[in-house]
């Protein structure tokens, strides 16, 4: 089953994530990536752009002590296929954001809600649009079209 859609980030790139937190907490999120869609249906995924590199910038961190992560942004190029819609009023985006870790009991989907402060300067990093993927017992990032 085909979980959600987005960008993800290769080993080095997360490393440098994490080494850009000032409080790296409990619960590291070793699977970087910024969710483009949860469990989008056959319209909404998008094999067009699957396994394509993309330039994304970091432009402002937040941590409450449950969550740490980064508000991104990205070019518009990639904004028609942004679509993260909030569960509680389905015509308000989500903010783009990637989570780099959570405190023990604490949920990813709230990073969302952090308040980001300004990056000193924005800095540049490259992540692949892929889909992951949840299977009987195995879970795995694809470069793959799904359909």
Do not use: Q
Not at 38 to 46: D, G, V
Request: net charge negative.
């Amino acid at each position: 089953m085909l979980s959600y859609e987005g960008i993800f980030f290769d080993e080095d790139t997360i490393k440098l994530i994490h080494s850009l937190e000032t409080n790296t907490l409990e619960e590291v999120n070793d699977e970087i990536h910024c969710t483009f869609k949860y469990h989008p249906n056959k319209k909404e995924t998008f094999d067009d752009i699957v396994g394509k590199e993309f330039e994304i910038f970091l432009i402002r961190y937040g941590n409450d002590g449950m969550n740490s992560g980064f508000k991104i942004s990205f070019s518009d190029e990639l904004m028609p296929y942004y679509i993260n819609y909030d569960e509680e009023n389905s015509s308000i985006l989500k903010v783009p954001h990637i989570t780099a870790s959570l405190s023990k009991g604490a949920k990813s989907t709230n990073t969302k809600n952090l308040k980001f402060i300004p990056l000193e300067k924005p800095i540049k990093i490259k992540g692949k649009f892929g889909y992951w993927i949840k299977d009987e017992n195995k879970e795995y990032l694809s470069y793959n079209t799904y359909y």
